[in-house]
């Protein structure tokens, strides 16, 4: 048996994790195994930093855990929360590195129970709406001049006095009946579904409100129950619902024939002011008034008119006549007058003609002539031009080189065809190229001789 010895084995460590790499990869595994979820609880340890961010404890009877909510967020929230608050909220599961501290970081927050209230809501409204309670074609149109005006609201509640003073300041002529009701509370839907049932019965007002002012969807939620839609949708009389602030929604803004942002919103769109209703009462009256005025003018204007054109038979008869020969004698000038003018015309055109008619005769004898000096012309300049040819001819014949080598002249040319021109280019016994007139000759340099007689072997 051969053993091997330890060098034989690759050994490798286990890898060493700081405790920021530990807590990063924990801080991961939380968020990737719980996503956004719910979570209900009661607030503890509540504190608001400077920067803004929240930070608290969310507990129930059992366990609790750290959260934060931040400033990003928390800005959103519509509400600042307070110790012993019962709240849901929305968050991410993760870990806080730096402590190694296991907490939730917050996305919204609301309080408890309202996203069941709101699922209700929102279930009831589909409800109504697949049954047709709010379609527009049921709507009806709010009458323009309301004598009476019924409310359903709380004879205690603010929005009461906000309505009445509204309509006091806008319509004080306008009656008034209250049909009281609680707006808050336990079957007080049942109440207010009663009252707006009375005021139809009873039809003694020809608008009716139903108002409440602000607050959570928990104190506004007797407006958000079926028989409260079903009351509004039967009531005989036109419904203004102003329910809350204007960012508060119910059904019965739904099912009512006009929503109104506040009940004062409401009040203001039942009546128009009674200034205004005198205003546009005292224009039409005025607008009356000139309207008659200029309607009796146009009337007087007209029958001083038929008074004037109002004459006896004879006259008539006399005018006819004469209006007859009138036009007798505009329809023959009408007739003659044409024929003359064109005639006219024509004789006219004729002595233009005879005015501008050409002389082709004098015409023909100027062309013959301008042909005769058109031919003395070319003939003398092509005359110059051959005389002018033939000096650059003979001029050209002058400088043509092969004359000067029959003079006796010859080109002197090196090895490389270069044309020698000055006795220093040559050397003894260099060869050398000659043009003569009658061919070339190749001779060998003997010795050189400069102008000054110098011999160069």
């Given amino acids: 048996m051969e053993f091997q010895s330890d060098a034989d084995f690759a050994y490798t460590a286990p890898p060493v994790l700081s405790v920021t790499t530990l807590n990063q990869q924990v801080a991961r595994l939380l968020e990737r195994s719980f996503p956004l979820v719910w979570i209900g609880g009661e607030i503890s340890n509540f504190t608001r930093a400077s920067s803004g961010h929240w930070y608290f404890t969310l507990k129930d009877d059992a366990a609790q855990v750290r959260a934060v909510m931040f400033r990003s967020r928390a800005q959103y929230a519509g509400f600042v929360p307070r110790e012993g608050d019962k709240v849901e909220v929305r968050a991410l599961v993760t870990l806080y590195g730096a402590r190694g501290d296991y907490q939730i970081n917050v996305e919204t927050i609301r309080r408890a129970g309202v996203g069941q209230l709101y699922e209700a809501f929102l279930r009831l409204k589909e409800k109504l709406q697949a049954q047709g309670l709010f379609d527009q074609e049921r709507k009806r149109a709010l009458p323009l001049f309301p004598r009476t005006i019924g409310i359903v609201t709380s004879p205690q509640a603010a929005a009461l006095r906000d309505v009445l003073t509204a309509l006091r300041r806008r319509a004080p002529h306008v009656r008034v009946i209250l049909y009281p009701a609680p707006v808050q509370g336990q079957f007080a839907a049942d109440k207010i579904a009663e009252a707006i049932q009375s005021a139809s019965s009873r039809q003694e007002a020809d608008v009716l409100l139903v108002c409440r002012g602000g607050g959570s969807i928990e104190d506004l939620w007797s407006f958000n129950e079926e028989c409260v839609a079903r009351a509004i949708d039967a009531c005989q009389i036109p419904v203004i619902s102003g329910v809350g602030h204007e960012t508060d929604v ?90 003359n003018r064109q005639n006219l015309m024509l004789a006219q055109l004729q002595q233009r003609w005879m005015r501008h008619r050409p002389d082709m005769r004098a015409m023909r004898a100027q062309l013959q002539s301008d042909g005769r000096h058109l031919n003395t012309s070319l003939c003398n300049a092509v005359k110059r031009r051959r005389d002018a040819l033939e000096a650059l001819a003979a001029q050209l014949e002058l400088l043509n080189p092969q004359r000067t080598l029959e003079r006796g002249y010859a080109i002197v040319r090196n090895v490389k065809g270069e044309v020698l021109r000055d006795p220093a280019q040559v050397k003894a016994r260099n060869k050398l190229s000659l043009r003569l007139a009658g061919g070339t000759a190749d001779i060998v340099v003997s010795s050189v001789q400069t102008a000054l007689g110098d011999p160069n072997d």
Wanted: glycine share 2%.
């Fill in 250 to 339: 119910t059904i019965a803004d739904f099912a009512a024939d006009v929503r109104a942002a506040t009940p004062t919103a409401a009040a203001e769109l039942a009546v128009t002011p009674r200034a205004d209703w005198l205003a546009s009462l005292s224009g039409d009256a005025q607008d009356l008034r000139r309207a008659m005025r200029r309607t009796l003018s146009d009337a007087s204007q007209s029958l001083d008119g038929y008074s004037r054109r109002l004459l006896s038979p004879t006259t008539q008869i006399r005018h006819q006549r004469v209006k007859l020969l009138s036009m007798a004698a505009a329809l023959t000038h009408a007739v003659r007058t044409p024929v």
